[in-house]
């Protein structure tokens, strides 16, 4: 199954779609409208909640990367600097 974004400040609830959208064509029309304002602003909470998510795992990896990149270039150092002592040796 795919990880779900949960959010800290909503009580711990993972952001995924409901099983069953609840039947709002049949209600008044200001009730519907106040029911699609929620769950758009439901949504789009997940959207940047998501989002967040994203940017930490991007950063994550490239800090990952950056530090792999200095320990192979240590590692191609020294063993230049373990060559060139053999050679001048």
């Known amino acids: 199954p795919a990880p779900r ?3 800290a400040q909503a009580g711990q609830q ?12 049949r209600q008044p029309v200001a009730s519907r409208h106040g029911q699609y304002q929620q769950r758009c602003a439901d949504r789009q909470h997940c959207l940047d909640v998501a989002v967040q998510a994203m940017e930490e795992r991007v950063q994550q990896d490239a800090q990952q990367r950056a530090e792999e990149k200095y320990q192979v270039t240590q590692l191609i150092h020294g063993e230049y600097r373990a060559a060139a002592r053999r050679g001048y040796a």
Request: charged fraction near 15%; charge should be negative.
């Open 14 to 25: 993972p952001c995924a779609e409901p099983q069953q959208a609840p039947v709002i064509a």
């Open 5 to 7: 974004a949960v959010d």
